[in-house]
């Protein structure tokens, strides 16, 4: 972050509700009926939730100031975190190498201390990639799925300095776009109503969707494809259809709020909630269900999203929290937040192979598999979801994303990349997500081993080797807690370059009181 943690105000503040969130918007080219050109809050704003008795803030809490935290070395022998290599990579020009043995750390004016579950790398190199491509307003999201631990939450904008980088990553200003028709399969498969492989032919609907276009015409609908490509593609019209046959609002709506629509995320930071109206009428219940207006989401949100598939069905709301050690040098840490099942695993893993076709074979394809059909990153396949819409109003910017998982067998990471960009545009959102998963993938082990370090009276160390505890191992991808496995990890990995499994829960002391912060 390169702000400090103040909310909105000012001139920033009212160009970035009032522009961003004035979404009047239309799918690739094509402009929505004059009747849809109204302000974010008009078009999914809900009723309000009644207000609850305020939870009081531990001692700590409400002074937690991301751009307070500073790198700190990992241990004695770690380097200053001051040197800079220039490179020729366009996204990366200038690389603070040393950040790759640091973790970020605030210091409280009364004492506290508190460890930040960043990774300095990660947070760095994305907004490396926002600064030097020009984006007017971007944010990324990447979560640790063992625990859904934040690696990374950047905000960047080179339109509004006024903008909070904070504000950019935990409000919903976007529209969620195609990504929603994650949650729409989501919902049709729990339903039973179809499979992945449930066909459906149509015509049209790369610009819009009119009603006529949702009415079957075998005389029209020369193109065909299931549930699967779809999502893949991002075919409107079929996932409209199918919405429009199979899925009652009740049963759309029960969805939503399962993947946390409309409801509050706890976080140590406000978090804004993520509006979405499900229409009454048949059509244009269909319409929202392909990705067309009425829901949007915060990038924190998508990356939750992302997660759920990642880790089988299962919700746990994030966290930046590390580690807090009091003035006296107590442990105050909170606890980690629940888990929730909220999908089936058999239907989180049918979507889940629908988003590896997004980057296989659909619509992030360009960005993952090079014309000779090669992958840009060697042995790790990419789960994920493009979406876009396009502003009407001036400056008509458009609202691009990209969430997803990786690796897509094993999934160690789920993440949300968002740009707002302007007509002329440099990168877009899967691009950018591209390239933080290859940061990633270098980092992959220094990322899991610097993720037990603990703060000391001498810094920030790591566990004495042959004095750490074994970490507890767990199956392919994080164990829902209904179905728990434990098995050993393997001692070693003789091919650097193989997956690494996932490994267990990290290990994190449990403070006094045992819960959690309300973070909202």
């Known amino acids: 972050m390169s702000a400090p943690n103040t909310r909105l105000s000012g001139l920033g503040a009212l ?78 020009p200038s690389l603070a190498t040393d950040l790759a043995r640091t973790r970020l750390v605030q210091e409280l004016s009364d004492g506290h201390r508190i460890l930040y579950t960043l990774d300095p790398v990660l947070q760095d190199a994305a907004l490396q990639i926002f600064r030097n491509r020009e984006v007017p307003y971007a944010a990324a999201v ?11 939450l950047a905000g960047h904008s080179s339109m509004d300095p006024e903008v909070d980088p904070l504000e950019i990553v935990t409000t919903a200003w976007a529209p969620a776009a195609s990504t ?53 593609h991002s075919h409107n019209v079929v996932i409209a259809k199918l919405a429009l046959k199979h899925l009652s609002a009740d049963a759309l709506q029960a969805t939503v709020r ?72 107590t442990d105050r840490t909170p606890g980690l937040p629940k888990t929730e099942r909220v999908l089936s695993k058999d239907v989180a893993e049918a979507v889940g192979a629908m988003m590896v076709r997004t980057t296989t074979e659909g619509t992030a394809r360009a960005s993952f598999v090079d014309r000779q059909g090669n992958s840009y990153i060697a042995d790790l396949q990419v789960a994920g979801k493009t979406g876009s819409l396009t502003g009407k109003r001036a400056p008509g910017l458009n609202y691009n994303w990209f969430v997803g998982y990786a690796p897509a067998d094993r999934p160690e990471i789920a993440f949300a990349v968002l740009l707002a960009n302007e007509p002329k545009w440099q990168i877009k959102a899967h691009y950018a997500a591209r390239r933080l998963v290859q940061i990633y993938a270098q980092r992959r082990d220094a990322i899991a081993d610097h993720r037990v370090a603990r703060l000391t009276k001498k810094g920030v160390e790591l566990p004495v080797e042959g004095k750490k505890s074994a970490p507890a191992a767990s199956p392919s991808k994080p164990a829902p807690p209904d179905a728990v496995a434990a098995r050993k990890a393997p001692a070693a990995r003789p091919d650097p370059d193989a997956l690494p499994p996932v490994p267990g829960p990290v290990a ?13």
């Not at 990447?142 to 934040?150: F, G, K, P, Q, S």
């Not at 028709?181 to 039973?192: D, G, I, M, P, Q």
């Not at 790369?206 to 494809?225: A, F, M």
């Open 15 to 92: 160009f970035f509700v009032g522009t961003l969130g004035a979404i009047a918007f239309y799918v690739q080219r094509q402009e929505v009926p004059e009747t849809h050109d109204v302000v974010r809050t008009a078009a999914t704003g809900t009723q309000a939730a009644p207000e609850e008795a305020p939870v009081a803030a531990l001692p700590w809490q409400d002074r937690l100031d991301l751009a307070a935290a500073t790198p700190a070395p990992l241990g004695p022998d770690a380097p200053t975190p001051t040197k800079t290599t220039k490179s020729a990579d366009p996204d990366f």
């Open 142 to 152: 990447v979560l640790d799925v063992r625990d859904n631990a934040v690696l990374a």
């Open 180 to 232: 929603f028709k994650l949650v729409t399969a989501a919902s049709l498969l729990a339903n039973k109503h179809v499979n992945n492989k449930t066909r459906v032919c149509f015509s049209g609907g790369l610009h819009g969707i009119t009603d006529d276009l949702l009415l079957d015409d075998p005389r029209r609908d020369e193109r065909c494809d299931d549930l699967g490509g779809a999502v893949a």
């Open 258 to 329: 399962s993947f946390k629509f409309d409801s509050d995320i706890p976080f140590e930071f406000p978090v804004e909630r993520s509006p979405a109206l499900i229409p009454a009428d048949a059509k244009e219940r269909a319409k929202v269900a392909a990705g067309f207006w009425h829901v949007d989401m915060s990038p924190l949100h998508g990356a939750l999203l992302a997660s759920v598939f990642a880790r089988d069905g299962v919700y746990q709301a994030p966290h930046v929290i590390s580690q807090v050690l009091g003035p006296d040098g």
């Open 508 to 520: 994190r002391p449990q403070a006094a009181s045992g819960k959690a912060p309300s973070g909202v």
